[in-house]
C-alpha cells in the first residue's frame, strides 16, 4: 500500500512488495519443507502422512500461492480498480506527528462533537 501511494504505479508495488518478500517467502518454505518432511522418516505411519501432507501444503502455499496467485491477482485486479479512483484517506497515511499531538487532537475533536451534539 505504501508504495502504491508513494509511486501511483499499482503495478510497481506489487513488483517491489514481491522482491521485497520473495527471500523470506522462499527461505521460511524451504525450512518448513525440510522439517516436515523429516517426518516421513519417523516409524509411525500417521507421522509419515503428516509430515508429507504439511511439506506439500507449505510448497504449494508458498510457491503456488503466494509467489504467483496473490501477486497475479494484485496486479490484474489493480488494473480493474484503476477506474474508481480511489483516493487513500488521511486514515491510510502514516502520521508524522509525534504521539500526544495526535492524542490531543483526537480528545478535542471528541470535546467540540459531544458540545454540540447536547445543545
Same mark, same amino acid.
Given at each position: ?5 508513494? %509511486? ?9 512488495? &514481491? /522482491?521485497?518478500?520473495?527471500?523470506? !517467502? %522462499?527461505?521460511?518454505?524451504? *525450512?518448513?519443507?525440510?522439517? &516436515? ?11 509419515? +502422512? *503428516? ?6 501444503? !507449505?510448497?504449494?502455499?508458498? &510457491?503456488?500461492?503466494?509467489? /504467483? ?5 494484485? !496486479? ?22 509525534? *504521539?500526544?499531538?495526535?492524542? +490531543?487532537?483526537?480528545?478535542?475533536? /471528541?470535546?467540540? +462533537? +459531544? ?5
Amino acid at each position: 500500500m505504501s508504495a502504491r501511494v508513494h %509511486t501511483h504505479n499499482p503495478t510497481g508495488s506489487v513488483l517491489s512488495g &514481491f /522482491t521485497a518478500g520473495a527471500r523470506v !517467502v %522462499t527461505a521460511a518454505a524451504i *525450512i518448513m519443507i525440510f522439517v &516436515f518432511g523429516s517426518f516421513i522418516f519417523g516409524g509411525q505411519p500417521a507421522i509419515k +502422512s *503428516i509430515g508429507l501432507a504439511l511439506a506439500f501444503g !507449505v510448497l504449494a502455499d508458498a &510457491f503456488l500461492v503466494r509467489m /504467483t496467485l496473490v501477486p497475479a491477482v494484485l !496486479v490484474v485486479m489493480s488494473r480493474k480498480l484503476r477506474s474508481l479512483r480511489i483516493r487513500p484517506t488521511l486514515a491510510m497515511m502514516p502520521s508524522t506527528r509525534p *504521539i500526544s499531538s495526535t492524542a +490531543s487532537a483526537i480528545a478535542r475533536t /471528541t470535546r467540540s +462533537s +459531544s458540545l454540540t451534539s447536547t445543545s
